[in-house]
């Protein structure tokens, strides 16, 4: 499976980005695509991830109500609409795919990953 992000850019505090992850090579029912986010020194966290098949999602807290995570079995695309940025959502996103349980959201729980792509958000 190869993942490629796209999408980022600077963005003024509550605004909104949508980021796009192509996926190709073969996927499985049981598959899970996720997003994490990763800012300068920090971690890499979770944000959202959604169940390839039957479209189930979960939601970091942090993000809950405000991001919404979707895929299009047809193109083969998975996204992440951002709304009411803040800048504490400033970080590196990347797109990941992994087969296993579905709520697990360890990043080793994810055996493919996309380059990531920027999202700066201004105050």
């Known amino acids: 499976v190869q993942l490629q992000a796209s999408g980022g850019g600077l963005v003024q505090a509550g605004g909104s980005l949508r980021l796009s992850c192509a996926v190709s090579g073969r996927t499985y029912s049981n598959y899970k695509m996720a997003w994490f986010r990763q800012a300068p020194g920090k971690e890499r966290e979770f944000v959202a991830l959604i169940s390839w098949s039957g479209g189930a999602t979960y939601y970091a807290d942090s993000v809950k109500g405000r991001f919404t995570i979707s895929r299009d079995k047809a193109k083969n695309m998975v996204y992440l609409q951002m709304n009411s940025l803040k800048p504490e959502d400033t970080a590196d996103y990347y797109c990941?795919?992994?087969?296993?349980?579905?709520?697990?959201?360890?990043?080793?729980?994810?055996?493919?990953w996309g380059q990531g792509t920027l999202v700066t958000v201004s105050s």
């Open positions: 990941a795919a992994g087969p296993g349980a579905l709520y697990n959201t360890a990043p080793s729980a994810y055996e493919f």
